[in-house]
């Protein structure tokens, strides 16, 4: 029983997801980015539940990344289509919209075979995209659709790119606050339900704001390679002049 804890977490995040999808062509934004946001808590959950229990799994795992690529791929795009895309030309509406989900997948297969690196993940954390495309639906009337194309197809950039994210999977659940999880979880959709639009403007935020540092981080890496680039041509410029 205790082994089936964790998968409770990570198929309640799925089922968010379909629901998330279900809002979404029902024309009720608010309330489908709230289920991305309530699914990457329970996300963030399953993961530290099992090594707080001890129990982690390659069963675990791989329903992990598949209820992923559904709740933060799959959703936040059709979220997004649906608020913002379905007036556009529909080639270009349908292309921009399974980018994202297709970059989703291909990030969660890497992190799945590849080694990382020691508190960081290698590119935008398919959560975190979902979660920024999620609430970013959310100023559909603000925010032109070019803009939201640019802003889309830029996250599933940051998703497959090489870009060192911090991780935050040490910050773990000790053992014995497990059983508070549940009212954790209560609490959290009993605010989001009655003040939905807030609480996904004030998730957005931090969102952003670390989907944001994989750009500087990705200018900065630039910066560097043109500077020793430069440095190198005018060090072989001097040489041929001697």
Known sequence: ??????????????FLGMIGI????????????IMIIIAMLLDGLDGRVARALNCQSELGKELDSLSDVISFGVAPALIM?????????????????AIFPMCGAMRLARFNVRPGIPGYFIGLPI?????????????????????????????????????????????????????????????AVMVAVFFPEQTSML?????????????????R??????????NNSEEAYQSSDH
Not at 22 to 33: D, N, P, W
Not at 82 to 92: E, I, K, M, Q
Not at 145 to 170: C, E, G, Q, R, T
Not at 221 to 230: A, H, T
């Open 221 to 230: 890496r630039f910066r560097r390679k043109k500077r020793k680039k430069d």
């Open 22 to 33: 279900i809002l979404a062509f029902e024309g009720r934004t608010s309330m489908a980015a």
């Open 81 to 97: 289509y649906t608020a913002v895309f379905s007036d556009l030309n529909n080639a270009l509406a349908w292309t921009v919209t």
């Open 1 to 14: 029983m205790t082994k089936s804890i964790p998968n409770m977490f990570t198929l309640g995040n799925l």
């Open 127 to 187: 959560p975190a995209a979902g979660g920024v495309l999620a609430t970013l639906a959310l100023f559909n009337e603000e925010i032109m659709a070019p803009y939201m194309i640019v802003a889309m197809l830029l996250l599933s950039y940051l998703m497959v790119s090489s870009v060192k994210y911090p991780n935050f999977k040490k910050v773990g659940i000790p053992k014995t606050a497990i059983k508070f999880t549940p009212i954790v979880i209560i609490g």
């Open 203 to 219: 998730i957005f935020v931090p969102l952003v704001l670390y989907a944001g540092y994989g750009l500087q981080q990705n200018l």
